[in-house]
Structure formats: C-alpha cells, structure tokens
C-alpha cells in the first residue's frame, strides 16, 4: 500500500510541475518569428517553460488570439483602439524592424542606389517604367542605369510587411494613397507577387532588373542589393541599426492610445523612412488567467533580457522608456 | 510423415468437429466484412457530400454579394472599401495554363508512349519507362524550385526574347508572345505544368498501346503499312478511349496544381494578353491569399475553390461523356 502510495504522490507531483510547465501558446506576425523564437530558447533555459509560437501570419493571428486558442496573437498592423475595446484586447508593441527596398541591376552594389518616396510610389504605380526614367537619373547622377524595363516584385501573401511598406508609400505620395492606399494586401497595379519576405528575396536575388522590398535582415542574409532612401527630413540615408534607432527615438508611445503608431515616415536627419513595429494582443480579462501571466513572465523576460538577441538578428529592441510603459499596461490591464 | 501423424492426432483429441458453429462464425465474419466495406464505400460519397456543403457554406456571402458577376469581374481589390472581388484572372490563369500545358504535354507524351511500345529496342524500354515513372513520383514543390532556378533563367535571357523577336510587328502574335521577358509569366507554369502531367499520358498511353492484338498490326504491317500509318490507323482508333481517359487525367491535375505554380506565375490578377506576363491561378490564389484573408475576402476565396470544383467536375463529366459516346460508336 506503502508504494501505491508514493506512486500516486510522484503520479501528482509530475502532473502539477508538468501544469506549472505548460508551453506558452502565440500566433501571428511572420516579421517577429526569428526573434520571438531566439527569446523562447533563452526562456526556456532559464525557466523552462517553452514557448510555442505558429508563425502562421498577422491576420490568421488575430483571428486565433479571438477565438482564445492560443494565449497571445502578434501582429504588425496595430489594431485600433476601437478593435480593443471590442475584443477586449490589451496591446503593445514588442519589437521594431526595417524594411528596405531592394534591387538587382548590373553594376549597382548594395547602398549605391537612391531612391525617395516619390519615386518608389512611381515605380510601384507604374509609371516609372525603365530603370533610366529621368527622376530616378535626377536621383543617382553617378550611376549608369540601363534602359530596361522595371520588373517591380511585392508580396502574393497579405503581410505586415505590406502592411507598412504601403503606409509609407500613402503617406509620400497623394497619388498611391487615392489609387491604391494601405492594407496588407492591396491591389497591386504593376508587378509580379512572391510569397514571404523569402519569395521577395529570391526573386530579386536572381532577376535582374528588378525592385522588390524585404524586412532588413533577409536584405543582409540574402546579400541583395539594398538601396539608400532620402527621408522626411530630405537626407539620404542607408539601412543601418542606427538609422532604425533613430527612427524610433523620437517616436511619443506615451501619448498613443492602445500603443496605435505606425512608424514609416518619421522625422528626424537620421531616420530611416520606412521601420515595422510588431504589437502583442492578449485578452485583458482572460479565460486561463495563470496562462496570461506566464506569458507577460516571458515577455517581461524578452524585455529585459533580449535586447541583445533583438539586435543581433537586426530588430530594433524596444526603448527602456517604452518597456516601463508597458509594465504598467500590463498591471492596470491585464487581471491577473 | 511423422508430423502430419502427430498433427492428425490433436485434430482427433480436440473432440468432434462442430460444423454449424464454425459456419455460422463463418457467416458472421461475412456479414461484418460487408458492413466494413460498405462503410468505406458510403463514407467517400459522405465525404465528398459534406466538401460541397461546407464550401457553399464558406461562399455563400460572396455570392450574395457579388452574384454571377463574380465570374467576369476582372478587379481583385480585397482593401478596397468594400472589397471589390472578381474571378476573371484566376480563371483566366487557370484555363490559359493548362490549355497550353496540355498544347505540349498530348504530342509530347504520346510520341513518347509510341517510341516505347511500338519502336523502342527492348533493352532502352525499362530505363525510359522508369524514368517517366520517376518524374511522377516528383513532388511539386521540386517543379516550382527547378522552374524557378533553372528553367526561369533560360526561359527568361534566351526563350523569351527570342520568341517576342521572332513575332514582333506580327499582329496578334506579337501580342500574345509580347515582351518584357519574365522569370515569371504564365508560359513559364505552363511548361511546367505540360512536365507534370506527361506521365499521367505516357503511362496511361502505354498500359493501353499494349492491349491493341498484335495480330491487327501484324495484318496491317503484312498489307504494307509504315509504322505511322499502324499507328495512326490501328493503334489509336483502337485505343482512343483510354488515351483520352489518361488526357483528363492529366488536364485534371494540370486544373489544380498549386505549390509549383504559386512558384512561377507572378501572382497577377491582372489579365495579360502575353503568355510571357504574369497571371495566377485559382489554387495559387487561394494558396497565396488565404492565410492572411477574413470576411468577404475569404467568402470570395472558397467561391474560387467552389468554381475549381466545379470546373474539374465538368472536365470529368465531359471525360466520361465522350468515353461514352465512343463505347457506343464502337459498340455499334
């Protein structure tokens, strides 16, 4: 009876651990899966709860953190205050990256083309067509551009990456905005469709005289040709971590409700025009409350401990400043 | 000898054998045999009943929404507000690929399902038939990849600008071959499409090429014929109906194939009038749009599946038609 016993004991003690252990559950956003799941190893060493993350896109992870089948969805087009409300969401951001426009052309090395926002809607509306148009000429006077058509490359698949390429365009050109506007999959008027920001690169990578535009770290893992971009404030500047950085520090999260800011086009000499923020939804009146704060437990980790492995895999991790304001969501928001 | 003495020996220390209880244990295993099958059989129709159901289901806002417009509506604007959604690329896609598909694939497969039943040395007929069954054992992603790497270059640098060369200030050619050459165009997932479904032909022409008595092309060959005319004039006559049955295979599969020519066909639902452009299809289209798709959008996206159902379908049906119609002429 003795050993029954003990057996049921130890049949207990591994069940409640094993409950304690339960893996996290996410879903969403594509554009953060690499670092979402270099973060999730790290936890898992330290506290060994695993996280398990379905990249399966934003929408598809919206819908999933709606239905309560996963703890957390992630999303690269913030939802707005009123979505909120509705679905009793709490949001914030987690972290940011670049997207860069990329290009294959016989003789242009990564960073020697520029480009401005204009031009870019242009090429993308189809009416730029030949890669020596005189505005881009005007652009890249050093350059000898061939006469050959522009072969424009976007996303087949709706993408946050989308989502924000074509804000920025909205927000530089009149013209975009009234044809075609921003969404995570639009109407293109030109252009071949490629699934995945992998699609976009291959592409690029093997067409040539192409354009197309990827998340910064495919650019740099792919070796594509990345061009310079002429930002708000009228200076040229190439895709770096600085010039990321100094898109997002002048960003004012404190005064945006529900953390709804879309980062393209910010001022300042040194911004990079065109940086993504991926945002976390989570229920703030949860059904498994003891799941929603294991998850803020892997977050607040990834906050205070991920910085690095944000930056090593070229995201831009969030501003001390930010994460205290998020802390605070999290306590007046989420019940626990 | 000894074991089956000793075999014989428990068969008798077991007791006397009842027959009546070993029949009707035979009668049950039966009975339950035929139920099993039986529930096998109903439950592909269940299966396949239930697909349609829950498709109409799926499409039902989009078809109150957009009727049978949706068939000639050439705009796919799923941001737009409201989202103006309509079939005509994807269908366009669809029925341009396939047809020049199997514009390549028939001739190909059948001249090579000739050579190896009719003038083939025995000892090259093994590795040519194994080397078309292996081609369909390859899974489609391998087509999209080789399409795109290997194939999209050379259509693109050589194929493509030879081609809009040689047809140019031809009208109506120079715009159905009209350029900028593209490493993704609906030519270049027509191609291959046509390398998918070649065995689909090739195997289903050999199998029945076998079946035609040696003694009609003995005959035909004693009065004089060349192999051409054995072929064209005993061969396929004889053989028609399963040729055709191996066609629709093939055009069936060319109708849904999805992951090799989400690869290559650019992801346009803008129609094109050049083969070289880009276009999409119906699976590609869904393949590429649903994740990411909710509401109307995604209603509109099942309607396209519905539509791809419903072409197969007719494809089939049509298939079994005139398999019908041919049985009977020869019947007669």
């Known amino acids: ?336 | 000898m000894a074991d089956m003495a000793v075999q014989s020996d428990v068969m008798e220390a077991a007791g006397p054998y009842d027959r009546a209880k070993a029949l009707s244990a035979f009668r049950l295993g039966d009975v339950t045999f035929y139920w099993l099958t039986r529930v096998c059989a109903v439950s592909v129709l269940l299966i396949l009943g239930g697909i349609i159901i829950s498709l109409i289901i799926g499409a039902w806002p989009a078809m109150m929404e957009y009727g049978f417009a949706f068939l000639w509506t050439q705009r796919w604007a799923p941001s737009a507000d409201p989202p103006v959604l309509g079939a005509l690329g994807p269908i366009y896609g669809t029925l341009v690929t396939s047809f020049i598909a199997m514009l390549i694939a028939i001739p190909v497969g059948l001249g090579i399902a000739i050579f190896l039943t009719e003038l083939c040395p025995q000892w090259l007929r093994r590795p040519i038939g194994i080397a078309i069954e292996l081609l369909a054992g390859i899974p489609s992603i391998i087509y999209g990849m080789w399409g795109f790497f290997v194939l999209g270059p050379f259509l693109a640098y050589t194929f493509q600008p030879f081609m809009i060369g040689l047809f140019d200030g031809i009208p109506v050619l120079s715009s159905i071959f009209g350029g900028p050459p593209s490493y993704l165009s609906l030519f270049n997932a027509a191609l291959i499409l046509a390398i998918m479904v070649l065995p689909f032909i090739t195997a289903i022409s050999v199998d029945v090429f076998k079946t035609v008595p040696p003694v009609l092309k003995e005959a035909a060959y004693g009065v004089g014929c060349t192999t051409w005319e054995v072929v064209r004039n005993v061969v396929i006559p004889y053989t028609r109906v399963g040729v055709i049955g191996g066609v629709m295979l093939a055009l069936g599969r060319a109708l849904g194939e999805t992951m090799a020519v989400t690869f290559i066909i650019g992801n346009s639902f803008r129609l094109s009038a050049s083969i070289f452009g880009p276009g999409t299809t119906i699976s590609a289209a869904i393949a590429s749009e649903f994740a990411e798709s909710d509401g109307l959008h995604q209603s509109a996206l099942i309607l396209l599946g519905l539509l791809l159902f419903v072409l197969t379908f007719f494809v089939l049906a049509a298939a079994r038609l005139m398999l019908m119609r041919l049985e009977k002429k020869a019947g007669n």
């Open chain 1, 1 to 336: 009876m003795k050993f029954l016993k003990a057996i049921v004991a130890a049949g207990l003690v591994a069940a409640s651990t094993s409950a304690f252990a339960a893996d996290i559950t996410g879903a969403g956003s594509t554009f953060i899966f690499p670092v979402l799941s270099k973060w999730a190893d790290a936890y898992k060493k330290e506290s060994g709860a695993g996280v398990n993350y379905q990249s399966i896109g934003s929408g598809a992870g919206i819908k999933q953190v709606q239905a309560k089948t996963v703890t957390f969805g992630a999303t690269d087009k913030p939802l707005t205050v009123d979505q909120l409300d509705k679905d009793g969401f709490a949001q914030w951001p987690m972290a940011m990256g670049g997207i860069v426009p990329v290009v294959n052309i016989d003789g242009v090395k990564a960073g020697d083309m520029v480009l401005d926002g204009d031009t870019l809607a242009k090429i993308y509306l189809g009416t730029i067509t030949k890669w020596d148009d005189a505005a881009i000429k005007k652009l890249n006077p050093k350059l000898s551009l061939p006469s050959e058509a522009i072969s424009v490359v976007h996303r087949a698949d709706g993408s946050g990456t989308t989502f924000n390429f074509t804000d920025y365009l909205s927000k530089v050109s009149a013209d975009w905005k009234s044809k075609v506007g921003s969404d995570t999959a639009v109407e293109w008027p030109v252009g071949v469709g490629a699934k995945g920001n992998e699609g976009v690169s291959g592409n690029v990578g093997q067409a040539k005289n192409t354009i197309g535009y990827v998340e910064y770290a495919y650019a740099k893992q792919n070796k594509l040709t990345y061009t310079a971009m002429v930002n708000k404030g009228g200076k040229t500047v190439e895709p770096t971590a600085d010039a990321f950085q100094a898109a997002v520090a002048n960003a004012d999260w404190a005064n945006a409700p529900g953390y709804y800011l879309i980062l393209t086009n910010q001022p300042g000499d040194k911004s990079w025009p065109i940086v993504a923020t991926t945002f976390v939804l989570m229920h703030k009146d949860g059904s498994d409350k003891a799941a929603s704060q294991e998850a803020l437990k892997f977050f607040k980790f990834a906050f205070d401990k991920g910085g690095k492995m944000a930056e090593d895999l070229d995201y831009i991790p969030m501003p001390e400043s930010v994460v205290k304001l998020i802390e605070k969501t999290w306590s007046s928001e989420i019940k626990s």
